[in-house]
């Protein structure tokens, strides 16, 4: 071993006790989330899926559309935004063209929470 150089038996513990204090300092969240959709799955079949999530004491809604696959490469457009209550709000989607496709492919049927 050279002088000043760590043997590997060092770097070992280091890690080990690095990965440790990682491990530690996580904390365990407990998440709700409640996906949105019509009864006939029309916004599945629009690329767009809706969910709520409850955290941090409050609701956020999340909105994915675009979520086609190139490459092998999946990236959607997501919009986030809080809102009052376990109820979707469309008034909250930000972006208006995904706010039309949404609207579109909905018509006024109510949406529902998904298993």
Not at 48 to 68: C, E, F, M, P, Y
């Amino acid at each position: 071993m050279r002088k000043g150089r760590p043997s590997l038996r060092d770097w070992s513990g280091h890690c080990t006790e690095s990965l440790r204090e990682i491990a530690e300092a996580s904390a365990t969240k407990k998440l709700r989330t409640v996906y949105f959709d019509t009864p006939k799955h029309d916004l599945h079949a629009a690329g767009i899926s809706l969910r709520l999530r409850h955290q941090n004491g409050g609701w956020l809604q999340t909105v994915k559309a675009d979520q086609h696959v190139a490459e092998g490469v999946s990236n959607p457009v997501e919009l986030e935004a809080p809102v009052a209550d376990e109820e979707p709000d469309l008034a909250k989607i930000a972006d208006k063209k995904i706010k039309r496709v949404i609207r579109k492919a909905v018509q006024g049927i109510a949406l529902h929470p998904r298993v």
